[in-house]
Each structure stands twice: as structure tokens, then as C-alpha cells.
């Protein structure tokens, strides 16, 4: 049922196990290990290794990702419902961000063996897996862990964690040239991010409530579903994190785009998108914390979310139309503060709309679906915009779902408004 104005978050509040400056490190280091694998992965690494396979290999590139994504789209809900559900002595959240952080790490590395585009794309879609079981994890010590009057600063760490992670990724590897070398470095930094978050982590263990079973073949299969129309504040909140969240998929295909329309090689390529994601990253950090400081003491959440999908829009038109290098400098400054603000206060803002408690990892993880799925759609459509016209159509599109996604804002309720009738009823329960 609809929630009272007196009572938007009470329900998903609990004694935090971790002290906050230590909590905000470990989900920090944490979506740093996954991001740091994940992203320059899709930023530069899985392009230079496709490339070496088979040449020009935007098409391959796109199937492999799709992939990836499809198979996180299918572990990251699950990973959520098992976390929810686990007793094990480390703790529920722990013990999966310490299976799956490490695990991927060693998946990750075999990528740097591959021979055959077949081989990168099941080993990718592996590596998706074990990350997204970790990713989950973190994700839901928003609720487990973090007061609501705070969660606006975490999620602006969690936000600066998903820039910095990428463009300290890229750094590492354009120092060296060895592919196997990229490979493992990344993988490295990425397991010793993991094992910081979970030396740092106090997560009780799970006692299950009172006539909670085992999983079986239906409760993981609820994993991937909440109706939208009993809930409709989560089903707003989940077409606003999609919409936004395809409109910053377009970079997988920086690259791609640099070596398309300004002719950069694959040996110096790494160089502009090195710089392109500087200046993104400088201004996604100043967005995402000083917005997710900003958001909490003003006690507003939407401001901050609108502007991230009309800025992110202006950035990906600009570069639609880019005619040098510089242009597309610019467009990754507006890119990077658009990113910053949404996803400073985006997370905060789908905590807020979560039906349970209990079930806080699988329901934030059905959130984070919205995630996942444009790294899949987008690489699906992108060959048909750039086959009508070029990566000016795919960006204009692009563009287009973020304005949508500033629009579908407008349906949720602000802080302090829960319960207004004017807007999408936060519910509680299954």
C-alpha cells in the first residue's frame, strides 16, 4: 500500500554495522574493483583486443557486449535475491563481494589469452557474471547500512567510484604494451580493491525470519520481477535510470568514433580517450560529490536528476555534429558533469522507492537492470542508427532517451512528498 508522508524511508532503515566514513570506503572500493575491470574494459581494452583478432571489429564488438550484458542482466537479480538470502558467518553482502570480486578477477585475466572473438565473448560474459555478483552486493548496503539523510554523499561516492575506477584503468594500461600485461594489471587492481572493501566491511550475519525457506526454481525467478503497476514509484524510478543510463552508454563506442571520423590508428587512440575521459572524470567527480552534498543538505533529489539527463543530451548532440577532436573534448566535459549529477543522486533517489527491507539486494538489484540493459540495447541498435546515419544518428538518439528519462523525473515524488497524490505512490511490501 501506498506509504504515509510521515514514513518514506523507515522501512528500509537499520542499525549501520559499519561507522559511516568506513562504510563510504568500502562501497567505494568496492564499485571500484567491478568499474575498474568493467569499464576499461568496454573503453578501450576489449576494442584493442578485437581489433588484433579480426581486424575492424565495431560488429564483433557489439555482439560480445551485448552479450556481456545480457548475461548481467540475468546475474545481477539473482546475485541480489541469494545475497538477501544468505547466512554465512562473513555476512551476506560480504561474502559475495568477496566470491565475486575475486573470482571475476581471475576470469577477467584469461581474456588476455584469447585468440578467437568466440573466446571473448564467453570469457567476457563470465567475467559479467562474477562482477555483477559483487556489484549487487555493494549496491545493497545503500539500504542495509546507510541513513537516509546521507544516502545522497554515498551515492555521489559511488558515482565518482564509477569514473575514477575507468580512467586509473586506462592510465595503468597505456604505460605498457604487452596485452597480457593490460590484461593482468587490470585484474590485479581490481582484486585488491575487493579484498580493501571486504577487510573494511562489518556485516552481521543473516538470521533468517520466521518461516523464510530455501530458494527454489520460483523465488529466483521473483528475482526478476516486480510489478510495476503495484508499485509504481519503482517502476518510474526504473524507466528514469534506463532512459538516462542509454544515453551514457554511447561511451563503448568513443573509440570506435574517434578512429571512424578523425582517423586515429589503434596504436594512438588510447591517447584521446585517455584525455577524453580526464576531462570527463574531473568534472564527474566535482558533480557527483559536491551534488550529492549539495542534494542532502538541501533535502532535494530531482533538480539533481533532470539536469544529469538535459546535460548529458546537450553533450551527446554536440558531439553528433563534432568536427575536430576539440569538439568532442567539450562534449566529454558536458558528458562527464551530466553523468556526475545524475549519478550522485540517482541511487539515492531508487533507494527511497524500494518496496522491502527484507529484500533490499534483490529489489535494488532489479533497479540495477536499468543499468545493465542499455549496455546490451544500445550495442544491439547501434549498428542499424550507424548503418541510417553514422554515429550522428546513434548519438541523437542517445540524446534522446536522456531528455525522456529528465521528463519521466517528473512522475516521482521529492523528499518529503511521499504520499502526495500528484505523484507515483511509493508501496511497501511484496
Not at 576489449?46 to 583478432?53: A, E, N, P
Not at 539486494?361 to 544500445?378: C, E, H, L, R
Not at 542508427?385 to 546513434?394: C, N, Q, V
Request: charged share 10%.
Amino acid at each position: 500500500m501506498p506509504i504515509q508522508n510521515d514514513a518514506p524511508v523507515a522501512a528500509l532503515e537499520a542499525p549501520a554495522a559499519t561507522p559511516f566514513a568506513r562504510l563510504v570506503g568500502v562501497i567505494f572500493s568496492s564499485n571500484a574493483g567491478v568499474f575498474v575491470a568493467l569499464f576499461t574494459a568496454t573503453q578501450l581494452l576489449l576494442t584493442l583486443q578485437t581489433t588484433r583478432i579480426a581486424g575492424e571489429a565495431a560488429a564483433a564488438f557489439g555482439v560480445i557486449t551485448g552479450f556481456g550484458a545480457l548475461f548481467a542482466l540475468i546475474a545481477n537479480p539473482l546475485a541480489g535475491r541469494i545475497s538477501d538470502r544468505t547466512a554465512a558467518r562473513l555476512g551476506r553482502r560480504r561474502t559475495w563481494i568477496l566470491v565475486g570480486g575475486l573470482s571475476g578477477a581471475l576470469v577477467y585475466f584469461g581474456l588476455a589469452f584469447t585468440t578467437e572473438i568466440w573466446q571473448v565473448a564467453v570469457i567476457w560474459c563470465v567475467a559479467q557474471v562474477m562482477y555483477n555478483f559483487q556489484f549487487a552486493a555493494t549496491s545493497a548496503l545503500l539500504a542495509d547500512q546507510v541513513p537516509h539523510t546521507r544516502r545522497g554523499t554515498v551515492s555521489g561516492f559511488m558515482g565518482l567510484s564509477g569514473a575514477l575506477a575507468p580512467l586509473v584503468g586506462i592510465a595503468l594500461v597505456s604505460i605498457v604494451t604487452d596485452p597480457a600485461v593490460q590484461w593482468g594489471v587490470i585484474a590485479v587492481t581490481s582484486a585488491a580493491l575487493t579484498t580493501i572493501a571486504v577487510l573494511m566491511l562489518r556485516d552481521p550475519k543473516h538470521v533468517p525470519a520466521a518461516g523464510e525457506g530455501g530458494l527454489n526454481l520460483k523465488e529466483l525467478l521473483r528475482s526478476f520481477w516486480l510489478n510495476p503497476w503495484k508499485h509504481p514509484a519503482f517502476g518510474w524510478a526504473f524507466l528514469v535510470r534506463f532512459l538516462v543510463t542509454c544515453a551514457y552508454a554511447s561511451g563503448t563506442y568513443g573509440a570506435f568514433f574517434m578512429m571512424d571520423r578523425f582517423g586515429f590508428t589503434p596504436e594512438d587512440v588510447a591517447g584521446p580517450v585517455l584525455l577524453t575521459s580526464l576531462l570527463a572524470v574531473a568534472l564527474l567527480a566535482l558533480g557527483s560529490v559536491v551534488g550529492g552534498f549539495v542534494s542532502d543538505k538541501l533535502q532535494r533529489q530531482k533538480p539533481f536528476v533532470v539536469a544529469g539527463g538535459v546535460i548529458g543530451a546537450a553533450g551527446l548532440t554536440l558531439q553528433a555534429f563534432a568536427p575536430s577532436i576539440e569538439y568532442v573534448y567539450v562534449a566529454a566535459a558536458l558528458l562527464g558533469i551530466g553523468t556526475g549529477l545524475f549519478f550522485a543522486i540517482d541511487s539515492a533517489l531508487c533507494v527511497r522507492m524500494l518496496p522491502s527491507a527484507e529484500n533490499a539486494g534483490k529489489d535494488f538489484a532489479i533497479i540495477n537492470i536499468a543499468n545493465t540493459v542499455p549496455q546490451s540495447f544500445v550495442p544491439f541498435i547501434a549498428p542499424a542508427l550507424l548503418a541510417l546515419g553514422g554515429y550522428s544518428a546513434l548519438y541523437l538518439t542517445l540524446a534522446a532517451f536522456g531528455l525522456a528519462g529528465a521528463v519521466a523525473v517528473a512522475r516521482l515524488p521529492e523528499l518529503g512528498r511521499e504520499g502526495d497524490p500528484r505523484f507515483a505512490a511509493i508501496t511497501r511490501g511484496e
